[in-house]
């Protein structure tokens, strides 16, 4: 699921180290939890770069499949309704 772009998380993911899929678009990972909850979640950060603009898009799952499938592969999914 997407994740808010806030203070938490953007502190997170300051020093992670991104792995370059493609050109302008790289992707890192590390395990988040919320304050009062004991799961431990994957927060997944993919780094877009155009124009010398890096934009960042977060997301939480407690999925273990690779990184690539869940944001490219199965990305339709994650906005299903059911």
């Known amino acids: 699921m997407p994740a808010l772009d806030v203070k938490g998380i953007r502190e997170r ?6 792995r370059e899929l493609w050109p ?27 124009d010398k603009q890096e934009v960042y898009k977060h997301f939480l799952t407690t999925s273990d499949r690779d990184t ?7 990305f339709s999914k994650r906005w299903t309704i059911e």
């Open 68 to 74: 690539v499938e869940l944001l490219s592969k199965v």
């Open 13 to 18: 993911i300051t020093g992670l180290e991104y």
């Open 24 to 50: 302008g678009y790289s992707v890192a990972e590390t395990r988040f939890s919320f304050q009062n909850l004991d799961q431990k979640l994957r927060l997944i950060t993919q780094k877009e770069s155009a």
